[in-house]
């Protein structure tokens, strides 16, 4: 069993949660501070001040967290800690359409952290709807909440999505830039959150052996895969809007693409490794309409069966447009204009109601390069994939060929296989405690910047306006608990190749 060298403990600060009554709040936000509190990650000299636009008591908060907390929590919850941890939350009213409120708030603000002494050093979280931001932050601007004041700190953290295309996106990053500087905004894409996530940095620049053969030289494409068996459930009004590709590509599929494809950052550092994702997310081709529709697949799922759940169709779900064209699956085939990526393309997929829930990052390397064994056709050889694994599989496989034990040669594919399970024996988190403590401590590192969020939106841009254009030409159907469109599979047969059956 290895452990974690001791963590940072965050200075003193004031937790701010605007949006302490929604669902994030409850199932992630305070789950993750439970997790810090008991990892003892926790200042001592900390308050969290949970915004509500309803008038709402402390007590009533507290027991709305703790019923969360029970519910949510990844480990079993110690009643001390947990009441501890609570005794801390003040429930506060304020709404961005009432600028007075901002002015009470920070009044208020001011005396709780003169009781708890934590140093005037404040984290504002906006768990809220995403059209709540920029009201928000313009009034913690204008209210002086977010002015740094001596020494202490002021950051700003934001939910995701950011924004919904390129353009909002821009827009979003030009109001928040104007009230807080880029190294005190944190925007969160929980992907970073996930170890397996992180251990790309990891796998790459901390092993020799990859790197030499991290190229074009070697690879011949790489698949990404955030297969899903939810189907949209009650998040129809969300959803509707959204569709897979907003939802998940320019944000959590780009999060995986730009650490396995980004170049060596020089140093460990927010700047340096945010510039490495952001140059390969810039040098991602930009698509013409026309090759957007050729290189994508978008389908929505029917009615079906996944395992023994059986999921309505699509347009049934509450709140969605009977006559939706709103893509619940996404395929995608991406290059990469630079002299590792030159013609290695990037097959990228998601979707809902799947059969099976699978995140993985496959690496394909190119086949030997002729058949020295005549056992086997060249074509039968098992092909060589470097698996990343990001859930539910935790680990990483290594595909390759052997020997089968025998007197003549006969050639079978195995896997050499890691566990993060069979290795290392951590309490259960939910993702969210490393990126709340990394905003505690002012590390950027795991949160987008600027550059990077526009990037995304940049790539997918095309994709989204030959979507619109096309309306419902070119949308497939699906029936939940299947591997998706067929289509999907046709865009990596035109190329001669398949997407990787799990093993
Ligand atoms: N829920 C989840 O699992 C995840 C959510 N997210 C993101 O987190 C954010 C919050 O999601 P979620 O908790 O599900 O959302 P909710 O719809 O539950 O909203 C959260 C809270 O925000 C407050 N709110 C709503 N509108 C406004 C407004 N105009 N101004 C100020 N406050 C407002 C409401 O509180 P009140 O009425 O008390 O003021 C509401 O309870 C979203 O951006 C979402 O995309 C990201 C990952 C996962
Ligand atoms: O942000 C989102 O992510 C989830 C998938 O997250 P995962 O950690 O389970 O892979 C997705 O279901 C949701 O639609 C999306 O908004």
């Not at 009432?98 to 002015?103: I, N, T």
């Not at 998601?350 to 190119?366: D, N």
């Not at 469109?485 to 398949?498: C, I, Q, T, V, W």
Request: with cysteine; hydrophobic share 40%.
């Amino acid at each position: 069993m290895t452990s974690q060298p001791n963590a940072q403990i965050p200075d003193g600060c004031a937790f701010v949660i605007f949006g302490v009554t929604g669902d994030l709040t409850h199932r992630l936000v305070i789950p993750a501070l439970y997790n810090l509190a008991e990892s003892n990650l926790l200042p001592e000299k900390f308050c969290v001040v949970g915004i509500t636009r309803k008038e709402m008591s402390s007590e009533d908060l507290r027991a709305s967290l703790m019923h969360g907390l029970r519910k949510f929590a990844t480990r079993p919850v110690n009643e001390d800690i947990a009441d501890k941890l609570l005794y801390c939350v003040t429930a506060v009213s304020a709404d961005p359409s009432d600028p007075s409120s901002f002015d009470r708030l920070r009044e208020r603000l001011e005396k709780l952290e003169a009781n708890r002494n934590t140093g005037g050093n404040r984290l504002f979280y906006l768990a809220t709807p995403p059209d709540a931001f920029a009201p928000i932050s313009t009034e913690l601007g204008r209210s002086g909440l977010l002015k740094e004041d001596g020494g202490a700190w002021r950051r700003l953290v934001v939910e995701k999505p950011f924004g919904t295309d390129l353009a909002s996106a821009k827009a979003l990053n030009e109001h928040l830039l104007s009230i807080v500087s880029e190294h005190s905004l944190y925007r969160i894409d929980h992907y970073l959150g996930k170890e397996t996530v992180q251990n790309i940095l990891v796998l790459r620049f901390s092993n020799g052996m990859f790197e030499p053969i991290w190229n074009r030289e070697h690879i011949d494409h790489i698949q990404i895969t955030v297969d899903e068996k939810l189907g949209v459930a009650h998040r129809g009004s969300f959803y509707d809007k959204t569709g897979a590709l907003r939802d998940m590509v320019p944000n959590h599929l780009f999060q995986l693409l730009s650490l396995v494809a980004m170049e060596p950052p020089s140093h460990f550092n927010a700047h340096s490794v945010r510039s490495a994702k952001a140059e390969v997310l810039a040098a991602i081709q930009q698509q013409s309409e026309e090759e957007a529709l050729r290189n994508s697949v978008r389908g929505q799922y029917t009615a079906g069966k996944v395992g023994d759940t059986e999921i309505g169709d699509y347009r049934s779900v509450q709140d969605v447009d009977l006559a939706s064209n709103t893509e619940t699956y996404a395929a995608l085939k991406l290059t990469i204009d630079n002299w590792r990526w030159a013609g290695v393309p990037f097959y990228l997929r998601t979707g809902k109601a799947l059969g099976a829930k699978r995140t993985e990052v496959a690496i394909k390397f190119k086949q030997a390069p002729f058949a020295m064994f005549r056992c086997t056709p060249i074509e039968e050889l098992s092909q060589n994939y470097l698996v990343i694994g990001i859930e539910p599989v935790e680990g990483i496989a290594l595909q390759f060929n052997t020997k089968i034990p025998g007197p003549s040669i006969a050639i079978d594919g195995v896997e050499m296989t890691f566990r993060y399970k069979d290795y290392f024996k951590v309490a259960p988190s939910n993702g969210y405690e490393t990126l709340l403590h990394d905003c505690m401590i002012g590390d950027n590192i795991l949160f987008q910047r600027a550059d990077g969020v526009e990037a995304g939106w940049e790539a997918v841009q095309p994709f989204l306006d030959a979507w619109e254009k096309a309306g419902a030409e070119g949308l497939q159907s699906y029936p939940a608990g299947s591997n998706g469109p067929e289509d999907a599979d046709a865009l990596l047969a035109r190329d001669g190749r398949n997407w990787r059956e799990p093993s």
